[in-house]
Structures are given as C-alpha cells and as structure tokens.
C-alpha cells in the first residue's frame, strides 16, 4: 500500500516565511523533497467508493486549484511591486504587520490569507486583469474563502481583515469598498465566547493589541467600529408566539419578519448601518442546499444521527445571511474554514471544494511547517496485509469481522455490542502506549518539565449507542476489564467522559437543557488546563456547582471545588461524531476512528482539533498524535522514533520581594512619539501675504438660546 508515507523529518519549512519546499507523495513512490512551494490542489474521490479499503482503492484524482494557483502568483507579484494601489491606511497596516522586529510574528499563512483578500478588493487594475471570483449563485452577495488548516490562526486573520475594513472605512466614509460594521458568525458559543476578543472596544485586552495587530495610536480610530459576534443560531427567526419559552394561545404573531432578525443580530450599536463586513469562522457549514434527499442516511446505508441538525445548520446559517443581503447589504463575505468542502447530502458535488476559494494553506502545509501536530497511523501489522487492520478499524471490523445478522442490512443498526467486541482489541493497543506517555508526562511532571495534567486520549463513535458501550467498558462498567485502569471513574474522580450528540447540540446552542450538559461543557472547555482562563471561574459554574454540590449532599457524593478546572484530570474522552469546533484542548496524544469515513475530507474534521500543539514558541520542537482507525491517504507521516521528543525546557520566574523591590525595572508604555526640531527656523515675514480680520465680517462671538416659541 503506497499511502505509508515515513519519513524522519516532516517538518522542513519556516512558519514565518513563504514555504520554499515540500514533501512529494505519489501512489507507488516514496516521499520525496521537492524544491519548491506545494501547488494548491485537492484529491477527488468520487462518492461511494471507501476510503482505506482494499489495494485497488485509490486516493482520488488530484485536482488542482488552478484559480488559487493564479491568485497566488498575482499577490505575490503586488507584495513584491510594494502594493501598488493600496490606501495609506492599508499600506502602514501591512508594514506593521512584516515587520521582522514583532515580538509575536505572524504566520506566512495568515499573512497571506490577508493580503489575498486585500489584493481583490484594493490593487491596482492591471495586478487584477481577468480576475474573477466566481458567485455561489447568480444574484449571491460576494464570497472570498481562505483555506486554512486548524492552528494556524484564523483568528488573527479575522481581526486583521476587520481591522483593515473599519480602520479604513474611519479615514474615508464616502469609499464604499470598506465597512465599519462586522458580523463575526461561528458555529458555537463556545467559539462565540472566545471570539468575544474581536470586539475593539476591549482596548488592550483585545486580539489586536494582545497580538500586537494595530498599532497603539490607531486604537481609537478602530474603537469608532463595530464588530459583532453571534453564534449562527441567532440567525433563525424567532417565534414571536412564544412568551419565556412558552407558547402564548392569546397572542399569534408569527415569527420575526427580515429586518427584524438582522436589528436583533446587529444590535443597537451597529445601528441601521449597511454594506456589512460578514466574516464566518468554520464556514464549511455554510452551504445552500440544492436538493431535498434523504439527510440521515449515508450511500453505505449507515444512520448519521447528526445529519438532520447539519442540514439545519446549513440553512439557517446561510437564510441568515441572505436576510442581511436583503435588509442592510452585504459588502463582502470572507469565509474562513480548514475545510472548504461541500458534504455528502447537500444536493452538491460532494467532496469537490467552494468555487470561491482564494487561498490555501492545508494540513500537509501546516504540517511541514510545524504548526500541527503530526499524525502516526498503522503501517504494517503482524498479519503481513497490505493494509494493517488498524488503519481502517471501523472497515476492518464491519466488513470482516461481523456477520451479516451483526450488520443489521442496509438500512438496519450494526450491533454496537458486536463492534466493541472487534473494538476492544486496538483501542487496548492504543491505550497501552497511552499509558507509557501517560507515567512518562507524570514523572516530567514532578520534575518540573512539564504542567501536570494528563494526555487525553478520544475515541470518536459513529453513534450514541456505540459511544454508550465503548464507555461503560472504558470505565470498568462493562463485562469484561477496561483497558487500562487508568480510565476508570473511581471514587467519583472524572478521568473518562462521555459527549454525546445530543450534548454536541446543547453545546453549540449553549441552550443547556440539564445540569450535566451545562457542566460537560465546562470540563470541554478546561481539559489541559491548569487553572481557569482569566484566573477564576466564571459565575456560571460557581451557581452551577452550588447547585449540583447540594445534590451531591443529599446523595452522599463528594463536593465539586468550583476553584479546580473540571476537566484538568480528564484523561479520555468517548465522543460521537467529532469534537466540536472551537474545542482547543492541546494535550491529545492518542485518537481512535470506531466511525465509517467517507472521504478524506471527514478524516480531517473528525480529528483535526485534536492536533493542536501544546506549544508555538518552537515550532521545530515535533509533536505527535498516535492514529488508529482513522485512515488519512497522502500526508506524511512521522517515523516512529527510537526515544520520544523531549518536551520544551519549561522555565519558572519567581518575584523575590521585598529584598530585591529596588531592582525593579519598569517599562513604559509608549503611545507615540514627539519629535523635537533643534535646527533654527527663520521667517522670512515680508513674503507671508497679509491677512486683515474684520469682526463685522467674521463674526468672533455668537449668542445661542433654546428654541422658543415667545415672541
């Protein structure tokens, strides 16, 4: 099987600058270093061919982006002529952001991702000749897409891109190709809350003075803009029936008309303003549907129980924004997402990408550039196959393994308890190596080296009913033993838990209908993490843990500390589906597929935030995540070493006061600066013509009265 792809050293480029070579994977050849920048293309595998399957499946037919190709090529020609036609404002932005002095530098990748958007708005005529992003649809407000993988920073490029709009939109009010109202819309309140530090009027605590994004003296210009952030859900009318969540007999409105809905999304502060800036985080999930076919059903025949709510995703999210075209206009739409791809059941060409895209820095780009972490799946098992059954496991066990009774037919429920029974045996595997990491991390720990929290190991289940199974056993509730005991629940210590789909649903909606939902969300939110984000916890856990610690009294269950991150010790997590997006856990060291994949596509959102680094202070520093059954084609893949990577040198600075209070060294924080002319200016006076100022023409004094109707 030639999609092994070894090889010692993945990461061979520099973050910071363009990329200069990449790894060449073809069927049949092994890897090689090519001298040059990765074209931008994408492999097409036709819909109902398996991914992983037997040697005589292929990866797909590579296609490239020939239009993301072209525009490369043309801003990197503008960048090198030194932007030509760009504004003022847009000229001192980019040299903010290149300069090589930042103490936070930003990524070519986001650097890039910017300037294209800039490039098909601001440049000159002529870099833009025959230029012409196509439409989603005749009539369709302007789309752009920027193809980026997770961890490589979307956020910064959002914040860039509002910044340029509003920063220049305040130098000029009549140059309607720039806004200074921005709609940020994302697929969940947990990404909704993070995103919180888009909005400019947080000062220095917010993205652009935190990432050092607008320069200090340019702060109060962008504070005259507005940007918002709502989660795609507020999108969707309001039943206007409804009173506290109850249905009103009495009163029948209906539901909110178009203007309605975008006064509520925009809010007061935004106005009546229009030609809005609509910038979508994870914007695959923002497609039109062109068909109405049978949603929960897959070619194979297996029931996706999330595919009725992706479907609404997808039409709420993109009537929303067709309502904001109607009522106030949209000026231009940049989506950003690691996968710009149309899903299978959209009525579209499944696994072909958005026409609109205009940049692309994938998973094997970030990859090379150490930005992600590198993935080590199965290449070759004890059976001699041309394909290790881990590779694959969800095929290896479905199709090999259970009998045509376990299957269920094509329409029928596999069996979950004959799955786990396959199952148990690779997710043990698995579990063992994590458990070497697991005591390697701990005695780091203790050193010094490392923060002391675990590695987590997934396991993403195709359905509820198989998560259900696969975590009774995990945690020694089942009938035969866990894996590891490490995984076990005892004495009501919470190592593994469990996220179903109805819980991926309230946690996007952030609408939590029980306690447990409201607090998984929580321990989502702080696995790997040692203590809380901004230093306490938020008023919402402190009610919601006086709640359940009142609970807890009554059944004799020990007290929840509301000061301890709940997911600090959380060491597994059993998951249907994938993680939600927006889930930035970075200590995921191990990740089992027990799920069919349909494209490769799906194997990278399924694992995708998983493989977030622990660190960007060096990027050469390689992090692993140990794959099964999630079967990635045509990346490479880190050689399993002799001896582990050492983790970064971790240095601890204490404050030694008083003794040392008179060494301090302190900072100031400079806002700008003041030149002083110290040469001699001389006035030649009989050349200044002569002004003359007649108060009786020039009035210096006026009297100003309330208005009044006495006569």
Not at 159 to 176: E, F, H, Q, T, Y
Not at 450 to 458: A, K, L, N, Q, T
Not at 608 to 633: I, N, W
Not at 655 to 671: G, Y
């Amino acid at each position: 099987m030639s999609q092994f792809n070894e090889v010692l050293q993945p990461i061979i480029c520099d973050a910071y600058t363009e990329p200069t070579q990449h790894w060449l994977i073809e069927k049949g050849r092994p890897p090689e270093k090519v001298q040059e920048r990765r074209e931008a293309c994408y492999y097409y595998r036709p819909p109902g061919r398996s991914t992983g399957r037997t040697e005589a499946d292929d990866v797909g037919t590579r296609v490239p982006l020939t239009f993301v190709n072209e525009i490369r090529q043309r801003v990197k020609a503008w960048r090198e002529a030194g932007y030509p036609g760009a504004t003022g404002v847009t000229a001192e932005l980019l040299a903010y952001w290149h300069r090589l002095d930042r103490e936070r530098r930003l990524f070519f990748c986001q650097r890039e991702a910017i300037e294209t958007v800039i490039f098909l708005v601001e440049a000159r005529d002529d870099f833009r000749q025959g230029v012409t992003v196509p439409r989603e649809e005749a009539g369709a407000f302007v789309r752009y897409a920027c193809k980026m993988a997770t961890g490589s920073g979307k956020t910064a490029v959002m914040a860039g891109l509002a910044a340029w709009s509003i920063l220049n939109k305040v130098a000029d009010r009549g140059d309607r190709r720039f806004s200074d109202a921005v709609l940020v819309v994302c697929p969940n309140v947990t990404i909704r809350d993070r995103l919180e530090e888009l909005k400019p009027e947080r000062g220095e605590a917010s993205v652009y003075r935190i990432r050092d994004l607008v320069p200090a003296h340019l702060m109060a210009d962008l504070r005259k803009g507005h940007v918002v952030v709502t989660n795609w859900h507020a999108l969707a009318p309001q039943d206007l029936n409804q009173v506290g969540g109850v249905g009103a007999r009495v009163v029948k409105r209906g539901q909110e008309s178009d203007t309605a809905v975008v006064a509520r999304v925009l809010g007061r502060e935004v106005g009546g303003k229009g030609n809005i800036l609509v910038l979508n985080d994870e914007a695959h999930h923002a497609y039109r549907i062109r068909q109405t076919d049978d949603p929960a059903t897959a070619e194979n025949g297996d029931v996706d129980e999330l595919a009725d709510a992706d479907r609404r995703e997808a039409t709420v999210w993109i009537e929303g924004l067709d309502r904001i075209q109607r009522a106030r206009g949209i000026n231009l739409c940049v989506d950003l997402s690691a996968t710009p791809f149309y899903l299978h059941r959209t009525g579209n060409d499944p696994g072909r990408p958005f026409p609109w895209i205009v940049s692309d820095f994938g998973l094997i780009d970030a990859i090379e550039s150490g930005l992600v972490k590198i993935p080590q799946l199965p290449v070759q098992d004890v059976t001699g196959a041309e394909i290790p059954a881990y590779f694959n496991v969800w095929k290896w066990i479905v199709e090999q393994k259970l009998t045509a009774g376990e299957r269920g037919g094509r329409r029928g429920q596999v069996k979950p308890e004959a799955v786990l029974r396959w199952a148990q045996q690779p997710i043990a595997q698995l579990a063992g190596l994590w458990r070497d990491d697991f005591k390697r991390w701990s005695r780091e720990a203790a050193e010094g080296k490392r923060p002391p929290v675990p590695p987590v190991f997934i396991v993403v289940c195709r359905d509820t009913r198989l998560a259900k199974v696969v975590y009774e056993w995990i945690t020694g509730e089942g009938e035969t033993p866990p894996p590891v005991d490490e995984f076990k629940n005892p004495d009501g210590r919470e190592y593994t838990v469990r996220v179903d789909s109805r819980v991926v649903e309230d946690l996007a909606t952030g609408v939590a209908k029980s306690d447990e939902s409201r607090r998984l969300r929580f321990v989502l939110a702080t696995i790997g993490k040692t203590a809380w984000p901004g230093g306490s916890p938020s008023a919402e856990y402190l009610d919601l843990v006086e709640d359940l610690n009142r609970k807890a009294v009554e059944h004799g269950r020990p007290r929840i500390d509301p000061t301890i991150p709940p997911g600090r010790d959380v060491r597994c997590i059993v998951s249907v589906a994938m993680l939600t997006e927006g889930w930035d856990a970075t200590t995921v060291t191990h990740i089992v597929g027990l799920r069919p994949f349909e494209s490769q596509l799906l194997c990278e959102q399924v694992i995708g935030r998983g493989l977030r680094r622990s660190q960007y202070h060096d990027l050469t520093v390689e992090e692993v995540a140990k794959v099964y059954g999630v079967p990635f084609e045509l990346i490479p893949l880190k050689a399993t070493p002799g001896t582990p990577t050492p983790p970064p040198r971790v240095h601890h600075v204490h404050a030694l006061s008083p003794e040392r209070d008179h060494q301090e060294i302190t900072f100031p924080r400079v806002d700008g600066y003041t030149y002083r002319i110290t040469a001699q200016v001389l006035v030649a006076w009989d050349r200044v013509p002569e002004l003359r100022l007649d108060p009786s023409e020039i009035p210096d004094e006026t009297l100003v009265k309330a208005l009044t109707t006495d006569r």
